[in-house]
């Protein structure tokens, strides 16, 4: 029994007194905080729709998100996606936290996960990040991006919902814009709208104008920067030209910029222009 007592202040006390010191925001501070990644975060109740998380060493409540939205034409692909740009955004966003998105993906031969599902996913997605920004330890402040699909979501979630989530701006890498005229393009993007919204623009007008995002552009609209190569056969330049006339008609700030001979997807010089360009556009939003 003496032991103990003789040493009781060194078992129980001292630790206390620590982890007090520790924590006490009034005290000496101890050092930043580590890097963090959280993998396959969830948001909702099937395994896609989870998301990952990466929060930078020295994060602190002013730190702005980065969100990413993968491609893959509503079907395939998944979060990893971001993985392929990470260390470009590393460079062009250094004191960002990012955030890469999973969502439910259409089934073309079960017709699940038609439209608005997708949609959906992202708002449950931004309403989640939303209400874990302070036990991250970050901003609330957002930039929204994504590539092919991902920029349509993108695009749609902040000119249509513009009360979910704080989007400072946008950067989409050739997007869709306007689905009507995209299912015009070819046979194969006509039967992949069909499928995905569950009918054609006759059948189910709707549907297509409630997931165009040139549609909700108004003089309000979030700051936009979008990229397009002339030679992209999966999504038409055009659909970014409408896009442009869309913003510019209604006053909305965006930057246009137009890759002659690049596709759907970009060399990785042409990457590395168009996140350095983003970066710059972006910056003027983020206080």
């Not at 925001?25 to 990952?52: F, H, R, T, V």
């Not at 999504?235 to 690049?262: C, K, N, T, W």
Request: hydrophobic residues 40%; glycine residues 8%; charged residues 15%.
């Amino acid at each position: 029994m003496k032991i103990l007592k003789k040493y009781y202040w060194l078992v129980v006390v001292l630790p206390v007194f620590l982890f007090s010191c520790g924590n006490d925001p009034d005290g000496p501070i101890s050092g930043e905080l580590p890097a963090i990644d959280i993998l396959d975060d969830s948001y909702g109740p099937e395994p896609i729709q989870s998301m990952n998380v990466y929060l930078p060493a020295g994060r602190t409540s002013d730190t702005p998100l980065l969100i990413y939205i993968h491609g893959g034409a509503w079907i395939q692909g998944d979060k990893s996606e971001f993985d392929a740009f990470r260390s470009l955004v590393e460079i062009y966003f250094p004191d960002y936290a990012y955030i890469s998105i999973g969502y439910r993906l259409h089934g073309v031969g079960t017709m699940t996960n038609t439209f608005p599902s997708q949609e959906n996913d992202i708002i449950s997605a931004l309403e989640y990040i939303t209400s874990q920004t302070a036990a991250w330890n970050v901003s609330d402040e957002i930039i929204l991006a994504g590539a092919s699909a991902g920029a349509h979501l993108a695009l749609l979630h902040a000119y249509k919902h513009t009360d979910i989530g704080d989007i400072n701006s946008v950067i989409a890498l050739f997007p869709p814009t306007e689905l009507v005229s995209l299912a015009d393009f070819n046979l194969i993007t006509q039967l992949g709208l069909t499928s995905i919204m569950g009918g054609t623009p006759v059948t189910t007008p709707d549907i297509y104008f409630q997931s165009s995002p040139v549609n909700f552009i108004d003089s309000g609209s979030t700051p936009t920067i979008f990229f397009h190569g002339t030679a992209d056969d999966v999504v038409p330049i055009s659909q970014s030209e409408l896009l442009a006339d869309r913003l510019e008609a209604s006053g909305v700030i965006h930057e246009y910029v137009i890759y002659p001979g690049q596709g759907h997807g970009f060399d990785a010089v042409t990457y590395g222009q168009a996140f350095e360009q983003a970066a710059a556009f972006t910056s003027n939003f983020i206080p």
